[in-house]
């Protein structure tokens, strides 16, 4: 009957088209929902971004960052809250150190370590040509139960003058303090105004950054096993390019380019990039479960 009728058949074909395109979609849904958990993604993190080359350049991009983050952050529904910050003359960081908490930060952003270059006709430039700078972002997961061998004893604690922004009652008591983890060379600087306040956050950096060195260590041992990865993790590779002149992004380790740098960089768009990334990573793990099942 359904051959008699054309319009019917054709009808028909296409349901039957829609139903399968739906029944891959789901297939792939269960499979991302079958891949192994990193059990991180859920914890909050504490994200890092210095100045590299690139002088007073580097600091202004260093605030740039900071500060898509903390948009992102923000239609996120988290909570962002600055630890330490050192400012620089022209504008901008040399070093900014902030915690963001809420449900499944480091999921969202622990694609972001790495080296990020910008390309831009600096303010101080007069002669119109573009420079590259560069910042390097690591994000640490701070998961709630860290479980790290940390003892107080291999930590040296000094006091000092606070740095930072603050007026003069920075200035009039040795509220900074500086952690060093001796084993390590790890070395942890807090200023905000409260002393006790910053040996409670110093000495919570500290675990991170040790937490986060122990499972890079475990990571690396496990990468020689499994190449489906975005980037090779290292913090010294560079993972994005800012071009201002051509308004674009690109993340050289998926290959996107998106020419809305403006929106991008003021964190409305950084999820696209972010969910890009995500999505590369569940492909490429899915890709090497099937090769290996």
């Known amino acids: 009957e359904l051959s008699s009728d054309p319009e019917m058949a054709a009808m028909a ?12 979609d789901l297939e792939n849904e269960v499979s991302i929902l079958l891949l192994p958990k990193d059990k991180d993604d859920n914890a909050s993190v504490v994200l890092e971004i210095r100045a590299g080359t690139g002088g007073d350049e580097a600091a202004i991009f260093v605030g740039d960052l900071f500060r898509m983050y903390a948009r992102y952050a923000q239609l996120q529904g988290w909570k962002l ?18 915690t963001i908490t809420g ?37 640490l997961p701070a998961p709630e139960d860290i479980d790290i061998d940390f003892n107080m004893n291999d930590v040296r604690v000094d006091t000092m003058r ?10 009039k008591t040795d509220s900074a303090v500086r952690m060093t983890h001796i084993p390590s060379g790890i070395v942890v600087v807090c200023d905000a105004k409260s002393q006790h306040q910053n040996r409670a956050n110093a000495e919570k950096i500290l675990k991170m950054r040790l937490y986060d060195m122990e499972r890079s260590r475990i990571d690396q041992e496990r990468a020689g096993d499994r190449k489906a990865q975005v980037g090779s993790g290292d913090r010294s590779e560079r993972i994005r390019t ?5 308004g674009r992004v690109t993340d050289h380790r998926i290959g996107l380019t998106l020419y809305k740098l403006d929106k991008i960089v003021a964190g409305d768009e950084l999820g696209e990039v972010i969910d890009s990334l995500i999505a590369h990573d569940q492909a490429a793990r899915l890709a090497e479960m099937e090769q290996n099942g």
Do not use: C, D, W
């Open 13 to 24: 074909k296409e349901e039957l088209r829609a139903l399968k395109e739906g029944l891959e």
């Open 81 to 98: 809250e600055v630890e330490t910050q050192s400012e620089a003359e022209m504008g901008g960081f040399k070093e900014i150190i902030a």
């Open 103 to 139: 449900q499944g930060v480091y999921g969202k952003l622990k694609f972001e370590s790495g080296v990020h270059r910008v390309q831009r006709v600096p303010v101080t430039e007069t002669q119109g040509r573009i420079h590259t700078s560069a910042a390097t972002v690591a994000v």
């Open 162 to 171: 606070a740095s930072g922004a603050g007026g003069q009652h920075v200035n």
């Open 242 to 246: 800012y071009n201002y002149p051509q």
